[in-house]
């Protein structure tokens, strides 16, 4: 196809000898036989002419090029033009304008240019050269009127080091103000490169402070060590040392060329990636749809809780796990728990992102409709950092459930921005304004705030739902539309964008069975069978299908079952088949009327056995010394009734073992008469009884081994 050459085009010759090779055609033969070029870069160059033909082949033979960028290219609009600039511009323009306001031809033929410039020189009275001068910048620049700005942005070498003449650059210091010997000295070659050397020691590779950057870099490399005379070592300035503003500039100059290097060295790698990386796109760019990829991250909630049970037991900050679908901004699940992070929570959000959440609001009170938060789905994608969901975690996901699982890089959560900035708005608009949080660290002075704790998890559950539901309303400011989008007039809020998604943007999402989920999400135990059922953390479960396992339990002694339970909800249980694979609900069985009990999770339960173990053991020890003294008392007694028997038998008469047993049943009879009569009086058989005093008897108690209980 034949090159079309157009007037301000930037043509290459790579076969010319001169250093500066690249034109300008500044004008056309209107019958194509020839043109107008000049070199733009040379400084006395002038138009000059060209056979077009010789252009042609030069195109088609690649010694010449066709040049896209333009250096003179101005695209300032007039407005963001300085005054002054302005005003230069239009003298020369005024200047040349008679001669290439009419776009006469003339003035590019060299014999008529100089005609023109006489003439012109004669009515303006100003310099040839200048009109030259004039006119070569506005061929060069574009033939444009802003080709004629001024260069002042060029004047004064920008970035060049300016060479020591004697005289001290810059702004006079407060010493030289004072004493003029003292205006300081210019950084010379060795004082920059021991300034640089100093700041890369101590401010990149030790991080340090900038000042104290420059204190060691001064104690390093402008100071003298003199001894005195106790022996003890003395720095003292050197006459040319440089001020910490030369140590800054210097440093940051620098600095400045490899800018990306330095703060690296300063903040470390991983900071660096994770907080002044450039960004190169947003989340919704690997999504295409409702359940494309989904984000799971956790926290520590920035908030104190009390127990269930009691609430004057502050239990610590809850574990907080949102999973978010990057397409919409749409928090489809949540968990809060006090374990550790672990799988067992990851599996419980995932759990609840795969759930209905009519039927789990309704659990915390809450009455939605599920047109209000309609996700119960699965994803194609789950990215996760290198936490709970990392090797065969992950890969029972991938194996069991189809979901490819994704983990982030260590220490970048950057890479899960949009959940991260999701757990930002639950602590802006929620958790911050109730009892017991915490957005700084405490000043001096200032009130705990666990003392302000005030919610259970239950309730703070409660309030992380009403908080989800709110976000998942709100008008997204930032968010990316497409054209479809726009033409569509779709509301940007995160529940309207999942429905468009659901129509224009299907196919990402799916389902899994209720019973299916549980068997793989749910953490498993063993429970023990008794009589009353299946006994699992201070909880009966039952059924019939476990009838047979209750009679033999009760007949053989308990036996071990394999279950699998949810952490949050103790209505029910699931009985593990044999296989492994399928699941039997089983039902809490109702021997209580606590609502609070009701309420309690089995991480709750848990707390609560904790806490009751530690006030057995508290028990155990009072038990014991409570022990040891009725043993004392008792002892005593029967220690003091043995000294009164062998005193009876050695005053009374003497009898035979027989006679001893024989006359058991009268002596019965007698001891019952005495008993009934002892309230009325005393009888007159005890008053005949011998008095035996026991104050001179002595009590030793014996020694007992505490060790057996």
């Known amino acids: 196809m034949d090159t079309l050459l157009v007037v301000n085009m930037l043509l290459n010759f790579k076969q010319s000898t001169e250093d500066e090779s690249i034109y300008r055609i500044l004008w056309i033969d209107p019958q194509g036989l020839f043109l107008i070029l000049i070199n733009i870069h040379k400084s006395s160059a002038l138009p000059i002419f060209q056979d077009t033909s010789t252009i042609l082949e030069g195109i088609q033979d690649g010694n010449i090029s066709i040049e896209t960028e333009d250096p003179f290219r101005v695209s300032l609009p007039d407005s963001e033009i300085p005054i002054r600039y302005k005003e230069?511009?239009?003298?020369?323009?005024?200047l040349i304008e008679p001669l290439v306001g009419n776009k006469n031809p003339d003035i590019f033929d060299p014999k008529k240019r100089g005609a023109l410039i006489n003439i012109l020189n004669l009515i303006t009275v100003r310099r040839k050269s200048l009109i030259y001068q004039y006119l070569r910048r506005y061929w060069q620049g574009g033939q444009i009127k802003?080709?004629?700005?001024?260069?002042?942005?060029?004047?004064?070498?920008?970035?060049?080091?300016?060479?020591?003449?004697?005289?001290?650059?810059?702004?006079?210091?407060?010493?030289?103000?004072?004493?003029?010997?003292?205006?300081?000295?210019?950084?010379?070659?060795?004082?920059?490169?021991?300034?640089?050397?100093?700041?890369t020691t101590y401010r990149e590779t030790q991080k340090k402070p900038l000042m104290d950057a420059y204190r060691f870099t001064l104690k390093k490399f402008f100071m003298n060590k003199e001894i005195g005379e106790d022996g003890s070592l003395h720095h003292e300035l050197m006459e040319r040392y440089p001020t910490y503003i030369?140590?800054?500039?210097?440093?940051?100059?620098?600095r400045d060329k490899g800018y990306e290097k330095a703060l690296s060295n300063i903040e470390g790698d991983r900071k660096f990636l994770l907080n002044y990386r450039p960004l190169s796109g947003r989340s919704t760019d690997i999504s295409f749809g409702p359940g494309s990829v989904f984000q799971i991250d956790a926290t520590i909630g920035d908030i104190y809780l009390v127990s269930i049970f009691d609430r004057t037991r502050i239990i610590g900050k809850p574990i907080v796990y949102l999973v978010v679908d990057v397409f919409s901004y749409k928090i489809v699940g949540i968990y809060v728990g006090i374990e550790e992070m672990s799988k067992i929570s990851a599996m419980m959000a995932l759990d609840n992102t795969l759930s209905d959440k009519v039927e789990f609001c309704s659990k915390y009170g809450i009455n939605i409709s599920s047109d209000d938060w309609n996700c119960h789905h699965k994803p194609e994608i789950l990215l996760a950092d290198r936490g709970e969901l990392i090797g065969y975690y992950g890969d029972d996901l991938v194996n069991n459930a189809n979901i490819d699982v994704t983990n982030t890089a260590s220490y970048r959560a950057d890479m899960k921005g949009l959940v991260e900035h999701?757990?930002?708005?639950?602590?802006?608009?929620?958790?911050?304004?109730?009892p017991g949080s915490y957005d700084k660290p405490r000043g001096r002075g200032e009130r705990d705030p666990r003392l302000d704790a005030t919610l259970n998890i239950y309730e703070f559950t409660q309030i992380l739902i009403n908080t989800v539901l709110c976000l998942n309303h709100r008008y997204l400011h930032n968010y990316p539309?497409?054209?479809?989008?726009?033409?569509?007039?779709?509301?940007?809020?995160?529940?309207?964008?999942?429905?468009?998604?659901?129509?224009?943007?299907?196919?990402?999402?799916?389902?899994?069975?209720?019973?299916?989920?549980?068997?793989?999400?749910?953490?498993?135990?063993?429970?023990?069978?008794?009589?009353?059922?299946?006994?699992?953390?201070?909880?009966?479960?039952?059924?019939?299908?476990?009838?047979?396992?209750?009679i033999k339990a009760r007949k053989e002694g308990r036996s071990k079952l394999e279950i699998a339970y949810h952490p949050r909800i103790t209505d029910e249980i699931y009985l593990v088949s044999k296989d492994g694979k399928s699941l039997k609900p089983l039902c809490r069985v109702e021997n209580s009327s606590d609502e609070l009990f009701k309420m309690a999770s089995f991480e709750d339960i848990d707390d609560y056995n904790f806490k009751r173990r530690g006030i057995k053991a508290e028990e155990t020890v009072n038990d014991l010394e409570q022990w040891a003294d009725f043993k004392h008392k008792n002892e005593a007694i029967v220690q003091k009734a043995?000294?009164?028997?062998k005193l009876a038998e050695k005053q009374g008469i003497?009898?035979?073992?027989?006679e001893k047993l024989g006359s058991i049943r009268e002596n019965r009879e007698y001891e019952k008469e005495a008993l009934r009569t002892l309230e009325h009086g005393t009888p007159t058989h005890l008053k005949q009884q011998v008095e035996i005093p026991i104050d001179d008897l002595t009590y030793i108690a014996p020694e007992y081994d505490l060790s057996k209980w």
């Not at 210091?173 to 210019?186: A, E, H, S």
């Not at 030369?246 to 620098?254: A, R």
């Not at 023990?528 to 479960?541: I, P």
């Open 422 to 434: 999701c757990f930002n708005l639950l602590n802006i608009r929620a958790i911050h304004d109730i």
């Open 642 to 645: 043995s000294k009164q028997k």
């Open 146 to 199: 802003n080709a004629l700005l001024p260069h002042w942005n060029q004047c004064g070498a920008p970035g060049v080091t300016r060479q020591d003449n004697g005289i001290k650059r810059g702004r006079p210091n407060l010493l030289g103000q004072i004493d003029p010997t003292k205006v300081g000295y210019n950084a010379d070659e060795i004082m920059r490169g021991k300034i640089i050397i100093g700041a």
């Open 246 to 254: 030369q140590f800054k500039y210097w440093y940051y100059k620098y």
């Open 88 to 94: 230069k511009r239009d003298e020369a323009w005024n």
């Open 481 to 550: 539309v497409c054209s479809e989008m726009i033409t569509q007039h779709v509301n940007l809020k995160p529940n309207e964008l999942w429905n468009w998604g659901m129509i224009h943007r299907n196919g990402y999402l799916s389902t899994v069975d209720p019973m299916q989920r549980k068997a793989l999400l749910y953490p498993r135990d063993t429970a023990a069978v008794d009589g009353m059922g299946l006994s699992y953390k201070g909880y009966h479960y039952s059924d019939l299908s476990i009838r047979n396992w209750q």
């Open 654 to 658: 003497p009898k035979s073992k027989q």
